[in-house]
Every structure is written in structure tokens, then in C-alpha cells.
């Protein structure tokens, strides 16, 4: 047996392992042979995609591979220390000027991903004399950087300013937190559903909050690309504008895009990055590669829409219910989560790799399988994964 052989520890991990193993809980995890791309191979098997982050098909795109390996070649492999030593190269400086442009914003700085991002910048900012107001259904990231800073956590429900307003009302007039922050996913990637910007700008106007907008899944898509702060005209309004790296950009990592000031303070507090190592130079290069793209040209952008409405109207017209998606994120609501679990398996025999999200992701009763059309796609593919939609939708009555 392999271990210092803790009994404790032995006895935590056989029980809980046994118990989610039981409950149908234990999530396998599937490796791929192939890129993930519209169609990737799994167990030597070619199937439709429709799982990937991979929204503008940039992961694959020759121009990024280029800059990666030209920059590997000039850089090597690793940054060789943490950016406040001396890994900060010339291609981290580039980068978040580039971020910056993209953005519209004074500054920018970058993490090694999204969700160290958001646990380094909340954390630089917020204390237990202060108060969070975050969306329910925020992402995971978000709800762990809002627990390591201590403050106190308030939460609305999702998407509903009356909720926002009462409670960002109630903190205010306690006088009890020296700082007050709101705090949304820009697009929320379980439904596709946008934040309600224009609304949280006015109650932050009113009760002076901090704003911090985690635009994840609206970097490269909403807004012509530029994202959900942009896509409402409010990029000067919002105090955060966060982003990652590893959807449409196509490679990895997270930023911050904001005033000067706030980077300036970043760049000094913002854990991750004075304690873990830089975004390799290879990987700082591509994603600079990958944002000129996107500003130089929307094609991908248009294409990555029109796929996610082909998608859409196609899936809706079979009968499928696609809840309030109002971005190229579609779920199929299923409702039941065992019916949920064996629709998606029933697709992946058929052909369409679609992930079935059930409880605690998505709340109890709510389970879906959940579409991501990329600009990737082309017209047969989606009409083939329809095809396989609409027969295993008719086997399971579901639609
Ligand atoms: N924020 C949101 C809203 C996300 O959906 C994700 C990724 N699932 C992250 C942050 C984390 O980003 P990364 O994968 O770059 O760590």
C-alpha cells in the first residue's frame, strides 16, 4: 500500500470516495487523442464536440502555435521565477499592454489563470471590514477568492436587481464595511445568460460599490469580442474587468484589465502573482498573437454566433427547452438528473460529446446537458448533432 498509512486520512478518503462512487457521483474523466477541436477522439472514436471552451477555435490556429514556439525558442520553456523576482520577460509586458488596448482600459495584469486571478485580486482589494454582494450562481473562483479575504458575503438572487439593490441598500445604511463590492460573472456559463450591467452600474452608482465583472465567457464573443463590460458600453464604469485566457483567447491564464492604480496595487498584493511562477513565454506569446487577432478582425466572432444560433433555432425547433441562453452557450434542460446523466451518455454512443451538468453545478431538479458551438463548427456538424438530438430526445421523450 502506498502512503504513510494515516488512518484518518485513509478512512476520509475510502468513505467519501465510496459514497459519491455509489451515488453516481464520481466523475470520470475522459482523455482526449486528439486537439479539442469541433470533432476530438476518445477511445479512438471521432465525435461531434460540443463541450469546449475553445469558442473561436484559436487553441488550434497555426498563428498562435507559431508565436508560442517562436517565443519558447527565444525565451525556453519556463519564465524561471516568479514575476516580482525576475520573471517578468518582455513578452508578460506586451501581453497586458495588449490587454489593456483590448479592453479599453488604462492597465492591465495577467495571472497564470482565471481562477488564481480571482483568488489573488479580490484578496488584494477586500478585508473582513468589508462586505461582498455576489450573484448566486457565480463561478466557483469567485466564490473561493470572496472566502479567502474574510469578507462578509452577501448573496443576491441570480440576475435580480430588486434582490441587489435591497441588499446593497441594507449594507450601506449598516454602516458596518468600510468597502462595499458587487461582484457577477459577466456571462453566466451554465445558462448563457448575460449580467444585467446597465442595472448594476446604477445600484453601484447609488450605494458606492467597488464593481467586479468576471467576464470569463463573454471575453471573445459579447461585445464584437471585446467582451460584456464592452458589448453594454460600460467598460469605463467597471473597477474590475476580469478575463481568462484559456477560452477563445486559446491558451491560458487569467487578467485583470482596470486604472492604473488598481494594477499598480495588483502587481504589489495580488498573491499569485509575487508567489507563483509567470505564464510561460511561450504561452504569454500566443495569447498576445491571439488578442491582435481579434481586434484586427470579427470574423471569428461573427462566425462563433452564427453557429450558436444555428444551434440555437435548431435545437428549439425540436423541441428543447434552452432556458434563457442569450449567447452562443446553450444548455438543453432536462429537468431529472438520472434522465439527464443517461441523455448525454445516449449522445455520446451516437456520436456528440455533451457534458450533462447536475446538481450541486446547477441547482437540484435543473440537470442539463450543456452545447458550446464553437466558430469551428461547420454546417454538417451541427446538423449531424442535431440529427443525433432529435433521435435520442424522440427514445427518451424528451421532446
Ligand atoms: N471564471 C469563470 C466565470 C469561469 O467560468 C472560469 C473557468 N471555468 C474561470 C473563472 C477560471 O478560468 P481558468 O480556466 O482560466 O482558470
Same mark, same amino acid.
Given at each position: 500500500m502506498y502512503g504513510s498509512e494515516n488512518k484518518s486520512l485513509s478512512k476520509f478518503l475510502s468513505k467519501n470516495l465510496t459514497e459519491l462512487k455509489s451515488n453516481g457521483l464520481y466523475n470520470k474523466i475522459d482523455s482526449l487523442q486528439?486537439?479539442?477541436? %469541433?470533432i476530438i477522439k476518445i477511445n479512438d472514436k471521432n465525435l461531434i464536440n460540443l463541450?469546449?471552451?475553445?469558442y473561436l477555435g484559436l487553441a488550434t490556429d497555426d498563428r498562435l502555435k507559431k508565436a508560442e514556439i517562436d517565443a519558447t525558442n527565444k525565451y525556453? =520553456?519556463?519564465?524561471?521565477?516568479v514575476r516580482t523576482i525576475n520573471g517578468t520577460l518582455e513578452v508578460h509586458d506586451i501581453l497586458e499592454s495588449t490587454i489593456a488596448k483590448f479592453k479599453g482600459t488604462e492597465s492591465a495584469i495577467a495571472f497564470q489563470s482565471g481562477f488564481n486571478c480571482n483568488m489573488g485580486a479580490i484578496s488584494a482589494v477586500m478585508d473582513k471590514n468589508d462586505a461582498i454582494l455576489s450573484d /448566486?450562481?457565480?463561478h466557483a473562483s469567485i466564490i473561493d477568492g470572496c472566502r479567502l479575504c474574510g469578507s462578509k458575503v452577501i448573496r443576491y438572487k441570480h440576475s435580480d436587481m430588486n434582490d441587489l439593490k435591497e441588499k446593497a441598500k441594507l449594507a450601506k445604511e449598516?454602516?458596518?464595511? *468600510?468597502k462595499i463590492m458587487v461582484i457577477t460573472d459577466?456571462?453566466?456559463?451554465?445558462?448563457?445568460d448575460i449580467a444585467k450591467l446597465p442595472e448594476i452600474v446604477e445600484i453601484a452608482q447609488e450605494f458606492d460599490l467597488i464593481t467586479y465583472v468576471d467576464d470569463a465567457h463573454g471575453s471573445g464573443v459579447t461585445g464584437n469580442g471585446a467582451g460584456t463590460c464592452k458589448h453594454f458600453g460600460l467598460s469605463d464604469k467597471i473597477d474590475f474587468q476580469i478575463g481568462t485566457?484559456?477560452?477563445?483567447?486559446?491558451?491560458v491564464g487569467g487578467y485583470v484589465a482596470g486604472s492604473k492604480d488598481l494594477i499598480d496595487w495588483l502587481k504589489v498584493r495580488g498573491r499569485p502573482f509575487l508567489f507563483s511562477t509567470s505564464l510561460t513565454p511561450g504561452s504569454a506569446a500566443a495569447c498576445t498573437k491571439s488578442i491582435n487577432i481579434l481586434m484586427k478582425n470579427d470574423y471569428l466572432v461573427n462566425k462563433v454566433w452564427e453557429n450558436g444560433n444555428y444551434l440555437k433555432e435548431g435545437l428549439k425547433s425540436l423541441?428543447? *427547452?434552452?432556458?434563457?441562453? /442569450? =449567447? %452562443?452557450? =446553450?444548455p438543453c434542460i432536462i429537468g431529472d438528473e438520472t434522465k439527464t446523466q443517461l441523455f448525454s451518455k445516449r449522445l455520446l454512443e451516437e456520436g456528440v460529446y455533451a457534458k450533462s451538468i447536475v446538481f450541486p453545478t446547477v441547482p437540484?431538479?435543473?440537470g442539463r446537458v450543456r452545447n458550446m458551438p464553437t466558430a469551428s463548427h461547420t454546417k454538417e456538424m451541427l446538423d449531424g448533432a442535431l440529427a443525433i438530438y432529435e433521435k435520442v430526445g424522440k427514445e427518451l421523450e424528451i421532446i
Open positions: 486528439s486537439s479539442n477541436g %469541433p463541450s469546449s471552451n475553445n525556453g =520553456t519556463g519564465a524561471g521565477a /448566486e450562481l457565480n449598516s454602516n458596518q464595511y *468600510n459577466g456571462v453566466f456559463s451554465m445558462d448563457g485566457l484559456s477560452k477563445a483567447i486559446g491558451v423541441g428543447f *427547452n434552452i432556458g434563457k441562453s /442569450e =449567447t %452562443p452557450i =446553450t437540484k431538479g435543473s
